[in-house]
């Protein structure tokens, strides 16, 4: 019911800034919230960040003061701006979304490196 697609990954030097699109399309009825995970190969799938419907926004640690997850409604556009990028910020990052159903993007890309 909702695809999503995510873009502006790349590589970047440590300290470094990147903001992630994760674009969103369909049937986005009730209640829900986008989210923005990352992995690394071989390790767990974590939480950066998420924001609801309404605005309300939620950071966890990997890049708690680190970065600021924000909407666009006019295109239902959720944002992901990071700076002070470090190597260990190198990552697969995924945009979620999650309703009534639970829609996963492809993943973009980061690397911090320099």
Known sequence: QVQIVESGGGTVQPGGSLTLSCAASGSMTGFYV?????????????????????????????LKGRC???????????????????????A??????????DSWGQGTQVTVSS
């Not at 986008?34 to 960040?49: D, F, M, N, S, T």
């Not at 600021?68 to 190198?90: C, F, G, H, W």
């Open 34 to 62: 986008i989210a923005w995970y990352r992995q690394a190969p071989g390790k767990q799938r974590e939480l950066v960040a998420d924001i609801s419907k309404f605005g309300t926004t939620n950071y966890k640690d990997p």
């Open 68 to 90: 600021t997850i924000s909407r666009d409604n006019a295109n239902n556009t959720v944002y992901l701006q990071m700076n002070s990028l470090k190597p260990e910020d190198t």
């Open 92 to 101: 697969t990052y995924y945009c979620r979304y999650i309703g009534t159903v």
